[in-house]
Every structure is written in C-alpha cells, then in structure tokens.
C-alpha cells in the first residue's frame, strides 16, 4: 500500500496537466498520513502556505483542523488528508502578488485522476469531505453545505461520506457565528471518528 501510494506520488508531482497552475505553483501538494487508513479528509485545494511547504492543510486553517482533531482524539498520521486539486489555483494582483482562487471545473477533472488513484489505494471506510467544493465532487455535484452539512451519504469512494465546515470558513466569522460554527465542525468530526469505528469494529462476513 505505502509502495503504491509513493510511485503515484512520485508521477503526481511531475504533472503539468493544467498551464495555469504549473506556470504559477511552486509544487504539487499530494496527500499525507497514513496511507493504510481507511478514514480520509479531502479538501479543496492547497493555498500559499501549502504550496510553499508541499504539505495540506498546513496555514491557519490548518491548524484549526488539528485542534479539531485533536479534541478529537484524531491526529495526522493516523488518517490521510489530501485535496481534490493538488496545486494552488492562483489570480494575480496588479502589484504582481498572487491570491488564492477556487479552481476551475476544468482544473478539478484533470486533476481527478490523481484523486480517483489515490482514494482507490486507500479504499477508504469513511471520507469526510472538507468544505463544499470537496463534497461536490465526492458525494454529488449539487451539494448544498447549508441543508446536508453534517449528513450522511453514499458515495462511489467510500460507503460512508460527510461534509463538514472548511475551517477557513469558521475563520471568517465572528463572534457567536465563530462559536457555532466551531462547535458544529467538532461535532460532525467527532460523528465520523465514531462511524469510523463503529464501522471498524463490525466482524467482516466471509463465506467460510
């Protein structure tokens, strides 16, 4: 598994797929953490300290997540965390700087191959679906976070699916909306480690 994961790394950072983002990343961000466990988190796409560091998740809203997860008694190298796109979609500002920009539709189906290879290696148990552009494409394409946040799904990646709040949107509130949003991102963490274990627990049927 960890052999396999490693030659599709190795073909994954050489991909120039998409002229936009090669012309302007510093490197393809792959997945991290334990590429035998069977609970993922798939975020959107890697922004400027990610592509700097080659790592996911690795900013502010990086280090939210791990609070998360770490009140939840979850940490990386026991799960896999990756993106749908696995370079820094970029706009550029007159000064010549550049900002983080969602990617494009054309950009999330180049880089799908990347995923559908990974998420096939890890044959994932449960998928938590960082943000809503990730749950569009993990669990269908007219996700709505605002009426299926939170809820459970079937997906064609894994049996179970969930989205939860992308912690740099619960960076951008404030006040009580911070706190409710913060709260509901660690209860809907903590639902997937539970139905990760549950799941984990239950005896697999053989036919001897």
């Not at 991909?15 to 961000?29: A, F, H, I, S, Y």
């Not at 975020?43 to 770490?70: C, M």
């Not at 920009?101 to 995923?115: G, N, Q, V």
Request: hydrophobic share 40%.
């Amino acid at each position: 598994m960890k052999n396999k994961m490693q030659i599709l790394r190795e073909k994954a950072v050489l991909c120039t797929d998409c002229e936009d983002l090669v012309r302007t990343r510093k490197q393809v961000v792959f997945g991290t953490g334990n590429p035998e466990s069977k609970l993922v988190f798939v975020g959107e796409a890697p922004g400027e300290n990610e592509d700097t560091s080659g790592f996911p998740f690795v900013g502010r809203a990086g280090k939210l997540l791990d609070k998360v997860l770490e009140e939840n008694g979850l940490f990386r190298n026991e799960i896999w965390i990756t993106n749908i796109v696995k370079c820094r979609p970029t706009i550029a500002n007159p000064d010549g700087s550049l900002d983080n920009r969602p990617p494009k539709s054309d950009e999330i189906r180049a880089c799908s191959k990347w995923l559908n290879d990974e998420l096939s290696i890890l044959s994932p148990t449960v998928i938590v679906c960082v943000g809503g552009p990730s749950a569009s494409v993990i669990i269908h394409k007219s996700f709505k976070m605002t009426e299926e946040c939170g809820k459970w799904f079937e997906s064609s990646y894994a049996p179970f699916a969930i989205a939860v709040y992308h912690p740099a949107y619960v960076l951008r509130l404030q006040g009580a909306f911070y706190d409710k949003a913060l709260e509901l991102l660690k209860t809907d963490v903590a639902e997937a480690k539970a139905k990760f274990a549950k799941e984990k627990s239950q005896p697999k049927m053989t036919l001897f």
